[in-house]
């Protein structure tokens, strides 16, 4: 897989994967099965849950995973690697197995959003571009649905690419903001590429660019008359820009019978011009005139401006969004959680810290969904050993797993499990939907988690419960390490 200026993008790997991987080589674990886990530790912004992101771009990767000569060149001018583990280089591609939940899926720390069992070396080196991907895109879905969900039904469209962390923050970063909910994005590239789809009409330069506001109004109306949308505040949004935007409407739209048209306002009080421009707009005939603001927004602004009574009909959402200003790292790590013995037996592994929030969990895992019967609202997810199953007719009780006084008992639910396999044996078994597909299943599963769990403060916490099970070999490991109180690893 390479970019656009010829980087090999297996390469966008932190060094200590090639410094590990050349030591399992030598120390004879390259075909050592090892098991990794994805997760991340807190939502953004104190948010109640976050949108999963960034799959296909994974996928992609995992396919395309090579090293050129000129690669081996490169790590053999380091003088550190066996030649042998050089070579095997040569030939290098994914042989394991990767689950994942679904692209657009609402998901809540802590619990296994993509597992990857493979050969120890191979596992490794899929670290740093799989948590790339999936903490940038994760990132900017999770700040769209926030920003979409303030917007309360008014479309919103990403213009962020100017002030994005690079190209990829840019074009991925528009992918990720339409899976969260956005109509669409100021980003011609990712229109081109994942058909997120690209609008734009015009800058205050091509006001600046006639001999009077009016000239560049009428112009424009003349160029673009069936998608005509005035940007009305290079001067003065009510004594100028708006006037002169009703006189080009009168000019050159309404004879020939065109009534669908807009305006924009890229500066001032949104709450008090948008009221103004609404009644001079509606006064001159022109009802169906939309009403589009920019200019530094979030969902915080958003909903205030809405509760304000300002008169929009829809909001480009730059920096605060393609940057998730707010809030800008996601936080998703990659951990391992167990290891094949040479007899094949599984072996947990956990890692401990004096930060209760960074103690894994530990083993092989799988993560259920409890969906309410009558209601259909997601209850509490649940993780557990692979082995074990739910049996959904039967009551069950969840916990918080931190305040285990924290119980409530499910009687009516239905149990579904959330990762899919996406990669077998090094093959690829996943249909990756389209990408619409995947915008109309996240405001689908939006839809199951109660309106207390997305509230914007102190949101209700959504139960992520471990398995008797899982719990009990989580404390018999802890309870281990403490009684052998020493440094060596814990298994």
Same mark, same amino acid.
């Given at each position: ?152 039904? *008014?479309?919103?469209?990403?213009? !962020?690419? #100017?002030?994005?962390? $690079?190209?990829?923050?840019?074009? %991925?970063?528009?992918?990720? +903001? ?77 004879? *020939?019978?065109?009534?669908?048209? !807009?305006? #924009?306002?890229?500066? $001032?009080?949104?709450?008090?011009? %948008?009221?103004?421009?609404? +009644? ?212």
């Amino acid at each position: 897989m390479k970019t656009a200026n010829g980087i090999n993008l297996t390469m966008l790997c932190d060094f200590y994967e090639l410094t590990m991987g050349n030591g399992y080589w030598q120390s004879g674990m390259k075909d050592r099965i090892t098991y990794f886990d994805v997760f991340f530790r807190n939502v953004p912004d104190e948010g109640g849950y976050a949108v999963a992101a960034g799959l296909e771009q994974i996928v992609d990767y995992v396919q395309k995973l090579h090293f050129d000569e000129e690669d081996i060149e490169y790590l053999r001018g380091r003088g550190i690697f066996d030649e042998s583990f050089l070579q095997y280089l040569k030939n290098f591609r994914f042989h394991g197995d990767i689950w994942a939940v679904p692209e657009g899926t609402p998901i809540f720390p802590r619990e296994p959003v993509i597992t990857v069992r493979a050969p120890a070396i191979e596992a490794q080196l899929l670290e740093t571009y799989m948590l790339l991907e999936f903490n940038h895109q994760s990132l900017i879905a999770t700040k769209a649905s926030r920003i979409c969900r303030a917007a309360e039904g *008014r479309a919103v469209l990403e213009f !962020g690419s #100017r002030r994005a962390q $690079g190209i990829a923050g840019a074009v %991925t970063g528009a992918r990720a +903001a339409f899976i969260g909910g956005c109509a669409g994005t100021a980003c011609t590239v990712s229109d081109q590429i994942y058909g997120v789809p690209a609008a734009g009409t015009m800058a205050h330069s091509w006001v600046q660019m006639f001999n009077s506001e009016y000239e560049a109004f009428e112009t424009y109306c003349k160029t673009y008359p069936d998608n005509a949308v005035l940007l009305v505040d290079t001067f003065d949004t009510l004594r100028s820009g708006v006037p002169n935007a009703i006189r080009a409407f009168n000019n050159i739209l309404k004879p *020939r019978g065109i009534t669908r048209c !807009g305006i #924009r306002l890229d500066s $001032g009080d949104m709450a008090y011009l %948008t009221k103004k421009a609404r +009644a001079m707009l509606d006064e001159a005939g022109w009802t169906e005139c939309k009403i589009t603001v920019s200019n530094s927004l979030d969902e915080r602004l958003i909903r205030d401006l809405i509760r304000q009574g300002a008169q929009i009909d829809s909001f480009g959402v730059g920096e605060r969004l393609i940057t998730s200003k707010s809030a800008p790292v996601f936080g998703g790590v990659y951990k391992l959680c167990a290891v094949d013995a040479e007899d094949g037996t599984r072996i947990p592994k956990i890692k401990i810290s004096e930060n209760l929030g960074k103690i894994t969990n530990p083993d092989f895992k799988k993560l259920y969904r409890f969906y309410d019967r009558e209601t259909g609202k997601a209850e509490a997810d649940y993780i557990c050993l692979r082995e074990e199953t739910v049996d959904d007719t039967r009551p069950i009780t969840i916990c918080d797993p931190v305040a285990r006084w924290k119980k409530k008992t499910l009687d009516s639910y239905r149990a579904v499990e959330l990762q899919v396999p996406v990669f077998l044996n090094g093959e690829l078994v996943y249909d990756l939907p389209a990408l619409p597909d995947i915008k109309a299943y996240c405001a689908a599963q939006l839809e199951t988690l109660w309106p207390e769990v997305k509230r914007f403060n102190n949101p209700h916490e959504y139960y992520v419960d471990l398995s008797e099970n899982l719990m009990n070999l989580k404390d018999e490991m802890l309870n281990s390490f403490g009684r052998r109180n020493s440094g060596d690893a814990a298994e």
